[in-house]
């Protein structure tokens, strides 16, 4: 055990520990100090991502999972040996002591290249948490959010909260924007305030986060010899590549620019758009299912729990809690009234918006000798792994995997609209752009 297995990192719901010996990780869901568990199931997560979010984002871009029994011990050394290495704001959640399985996945902090590709380099995987790429556009959202990103304005309430030391000046829009100057600009953003949005691992050892900074740290010494400007633009165009074979539900995102961003650089408007099929159009092809403000929110939860109340068989009806495999095809139930089917659907599309809009990104990249190969970016290259080359003609073997898109919980729109609320006020309160 001692050998096998490592911590490797941990979000709001799970915790992830990776076996180098078999190249896999294990995500365990965590509890409440109290017991409770409030995220969905392993079950319901692999149900989601399985049978319903296929639909969405192309096998490119989504991981292969499977349920597994947990090895004898795993929990207990989480619970001790590695309490140490957990971050001090996750502590206020454990392991479920009582689980016994976990969801097994291929560990994305390494690529698998072919015999004919020499390495030389370490693998380097930048861990993003990309949020909310877009702006409302709906007539229910007021003119401040559609000015200003929801990510922006948080960061004034967190401050105030302490939930971080300072305002982080990453912005959603400049990442999603498809112009690589305000891309990499967002990046750098992320690396000089991580928080818990952003992480660096080299060869599957966390070397750049939040709890990780002090005032030596630099992009530059945590890479080694890597070139950051080059590793940059590496990510920034894996983040751009198609997937040619996708289909858009939405068409080509509006360029956007939110007021709140720092970043000067002003997009040409035929070009800086996000390529057809990448990640990022993808995500946002599923946050663009949502375009309700939560004062209409509110309004479809109240007449949906109404109904529930009134009807305790009406929620299994509609899977509220799945199976999720054809979750917003309304049922065929001649007794139900048209208006709470229509806020149920609005519900659960805000659902699936908001799994997007937590989700994260893994983009894992390793350089390559490939002398004497002809090989365009075009070239057969291992499963779901792209070649990139640098704007200094580099050749780097990458993968783009999108993680962590767990369904939200009906139960927990109420949190969702006071959390909202919150963010708005105190941006009002507190910022003299919101006037």
Same mark, same amino acid.
């Given at each position: 055990?001692?050998?096998?297995? =490592?911590?490797?990192?941990?979000?709001?719901? @799970?915790?992830?520990? *990776?076996? *180098?010996?078999?190249?896999?990780?294990?995500?365990?869901?965590?509890?409440?100090? !109290?017991?409770?568990?409030? *995220?969905?199931?392993?079950?319901?997560?692999?149900?989601?991502?399985? /049978?319903?979010?296929?639909?969405?984002?192309?096998?490119?871009?989504?991981?292969?999972?499977?349920? %597994?029994?947990?090895?004898?011990?795993?929990?207990?050394?989480?619970?001790?040996?590695?309490?140490?290495?957990?971050?001090?704001?996750?502590?206020?959640?454990?392991?479920?002591?009582?689980?016994?399985?976990?969801?097994?996945?291929?560990?994305? =902090?390494?690529?698998?290249?072919?015999?004919? =590709?020499?390495?030389? #380099?370490?693998?380097?995987?930048?861990?993003?948490?990309?949020? $909310?790429?877009?702006?409302?556009?709906?007539?229910?959202?007021?003119?401040?959010?559609?000015?200003?990103?929801?990510?922006?304005?948080?960061?004034?309430?967190?401050?105030?909260?302490?939930?971080?030391?300072?305002?982080?000046?990453?912005?959603?829009?400049?990442?999603?924007?498809?112009?690589?100057?305000?891309?990499?600009?967002? +990046?750098?953003?992320?690396?000089?305030?991580?928080? /818990?949005?952003?992480?660096?691992?080299?060869?599957?050892?966390?070397? $750049?986060?939040?709890?990780?900074? &002090?005032?030596?740290?630099?992009?530059? /010494?945590?890479?080694?010899?890597? #070139?950051?400007?080059?590793?940059?633009?590496? %990510?920034?165009?894996?983040?751009?590549?198609?997937?040619?074979?996708?289909?858009?539900?939405?068409?080509?995102?509006?360029?956007?620019?939110?007021?709140?961003?720092?970043?000067?650089?002003?997009?040409?408007?035929?070009?800086?758009?996000?390529?057809?099929?990448?990640?990022?159009?993808?995500?946002?092809?599923?946050?663009?299912?949502?375009?309700?403000?939560?004062?209409?929110?509110? #309004?479809?939860?109240?007449?949906?729990?109404?109904?529930?109340?009134?009807?305790?068989?009406?929620?299994?009806?509609?899977?509220?809690?799945?199976?999720?495999?054809?979750? +917003?095809?309304?049922?065929?139930? !001649?007794?139900?009234?048209?208006? %709470?089917?229509?806020?149920?659907?609005?519900?659960?599309?805000?659902?699936?918006?908001?799994?997007?809009?937590?989700?994260?990104?893994?983009?894992?990249?390793?350089?390559?000798?490939?002398?004497?190969?002809?090989? @365009?970016?075009?070239?057969? #290259?291992?499963?779901?792994?792209?070649?990139?080359?640098?704007?200094?003609? /580099?050749?780097?073997?990458?993968?783009?995997?999108?993680? &962590?898109?767990?369904?939200?919980?009906?139960?927990?729109?109420?949190?969702?609209?006071?959390?909202?609320?919150?963010?708005?006020?105190?941006?009002?309160?507190?910022?003299?752009?919101?006037?």
């Amino acid at each position: 055990m001692e050998e096998e297995w =490592c911590y490797r990192g941990e979000g709001n719901a @799970s915790i992830v520990v *990776a076996c *180098a010996k078999k190249n896999i990780v294990y995500r365990i869901k965590k509890v409440e100090k !109290d017991g409770t568990i409030k *995220a969905k199931s392993n079950l319901d997560v692999l149900d989601f991502v399985k /049978n319903f979010m296929k639909s969405f984002i192309s096998f490119q871009f989504l991981v292969p999972m499977k349920f %597994v029994k947990l090895p004898d011990g795993l929990i207990e050394k989480i619970q001790t040996s590695w309490r140490r290495l957990r971050p001090e704001y996750r502590l206020c959640k454990n392991v479920d002591c009582a689980s016994v399985e976990a969801i097994e996945m291929p560990d994305l =902090c390494f690529l698998y290249p072919a015999d004919t =590709c020499q390495v030389i #380099s370490p693998t380097y995987t930048f861990e993003i948490k990309p949020k $909310w790429g877009l702006l409302p556009v709906g007539e229910s959202a007021s003119g401040l959010k559609k000015s200003n990103c929801r990510f922006c304005m948080h960061q004034f309430l967190k401050v105030r909260d302490e939930k971080w030391s300072r305002r982080s000046l990453y912005c959603p829009i400049d990442l999603f924007s498809g112009c690589a100057t305000r891309m990499k600009y967002a +990046l750098c953003k992320l690396h000089s305030c991580p928080q /818990n949005n952003f992480c660096i691992y080299r060869n599957g050892q966390k070397i $750049w986060c939040d709890e990780s900074l &002090d005032e030596k740290s630099t992009f530059e /010494n945590c890479l080694d010899s890597a #070139s950051t400007d080059e590793l940059l633009d590496v %990510v920034v165009k894996s983040l751009l590549y198609p997937d040619k074979g996708y289909n858009s539900t939405t068409g080509l995102h509006t360029r956007q620019l939110c007021h709140l961003s720092s970043c000067e650089h002003l997009c040409n408007d035929e070009c800086d758009r996000l390529s057809a099929g990448c990640v990022l159009s993808q995500i946002l092809d599923v946050q663009s299912v949502d375009d309700i403000d939560h004062e209409e929110l509110h #309004s479809h939860f109240i007449k949906a729990s109404h109904a529930f109340s009134a009807d305790s068989e009406l929620r299994r009806l509609h899977n509220i809690d799945g199976p999720y495999s054809h979750w +917003l095809e309304l049922p065929l139930i !001649d007794s139900i009234d048209p208006d %709470v089917a229509y806020s149920i659907l609005k519900i659960k599309k805000y659902l699936v918006s908001r799994s997007a809009k937590d989700c994260s990104i893994l983009i894992t990249v390793q350089l390559m000798n490939l002398e004497g190969q002809n090989l @365009s970016e075009d070239s057969e #290259s291992p499963e779901r792994t792209f070649f990139i080359t640098s704007d200094i003609g /580099n050749r780097y073997l990458c993968c783009v995997t999108i993680i &962590d898109l767990d369904p939200k919980s009906f139960n927990k729109i109420p949190t969702y609209i006071e959390e909202e609320k919150n963010v708005v006020g105190y941006f009002l309160e507190s910022s003299p752009a919101a006037l």
